[in-house]
């Protein structure tokens, strides 16, 4: 089955810096992945979608990189903040048409600090 | 955006208790939505994909006896837990699809916490 890996520990950065966010997958590539933030007790909330044939995707300070060879995004927030600080999650698709379900990595918790 | 709801937000309930939760899609209409179950430090699982109008289809392993889903309207799915027991205690969450072409994110409610005495 297909297992998605995120770094399971804690990324503590200083406030200004660029987090970098890990997320690995086995197996088959997605039709897409996606990138979502949670806060503790909230449902996630959307930030970045991008597609197996797309290498970046950039929002804002945001940026996603997608290496189908590598089997790896790698999620960026430049100039982070503390508000920044939240979980994580990198979420695939294999359904090109959306009618499947996500399946989520546990997320990665990042913390900025002032 | 797309914005989804979930309600209630919090249930603390007795074992035996039947416990359903609404979610809707309010700015636009969803002909499929999705539910997760979320334990602490865990990532998020999908249950089941709830289509308006049909039956919903169950991952393996979720009882689908145990979680009635109901999708009567392009808005509105509801997830029913069963005789719930505490081991059904988590983070319930729903999302919908961004009406659209293909690829297009998944919005998520804000989550339903069961407890489960």
């Known amino acids: 089955s297909q297992k998605i890996e995120q770094n399971s520990e804690a990324l503590n950065i200083q406030e200004g810096k660029t987090a970098t966010l890990t997320c690995n997958y086995t197996?088959?590539?997605?039709?897409?992945l996606q990138w979502y933030r949670q806060d503790p007790g909230r449902g996630p909330v959307f930030l970045l979608l991008?597609?197996?044939?797309?290498k970046e995707k950039r929002k804002e300070r945001l940026k996603v990189t997608f290496d189908t060879t590598l089997k790896q995004s790698l999620f960026h927030i430049t100039a982070s903040q503390p508000a920044d600080s939240a979980t994580y999650l990198c979420?695939?698709?294999?359904?090109?048409?959306?009618?499947?379900?996500?399946?989520f990595g546990k997320g990665t918790h990042l913390i900025i600090q002032p | 955006g797309a914005v989804v709801s979930q309600h209630p937000s919090r249930v603390i309930c007795k074992s035996g208790t039947s416990v359903k939760i609404e979610c809707r899609s309010l700015?636009?209409?969803?002909?499929?939505m999705f539910w997760y179950r979320q334990f602490p430090k865990q990532s998020l699982m999908l249950m089941a994909t709830?289509?308006?109008?049909?039956?919903?289809?169950?991952e393996q392993g979720v009882e689908k006896d145990k979680f009635l889903i109901n999708h009567a309207s392009l808005t509105l799915s509801t997830l029913t837990v069963t005789s719930a027991h505490p081991e059904d205690s988590s983070f319930y969450i729903c999302?919908?699809?961004?009406?659209?072409?293909?690829?297009?994110?998944?919005?998520f409610g804000d989550g339903t916490r069961l407890s489960i005495l």
């Open positions: 999302s919908a699809r961004s009406p659209g072409p293909e690829n297009q994110p998944q919005h």
């Open positions: 197996n088959y590539s997605p039709a897409y």
């Open positions: 991008i597609r197996e044939n797309e």
């Open positions: 979420a695939l698709s294999y359904s090109g048409g959306g009618a499947d379900g996500l399946t």
């Open positions: 700015d636009f209409q969803a002909t499929t």
């Open positions: 709830s289509n308006e109008g049909s039956k919903a289809t169950y």
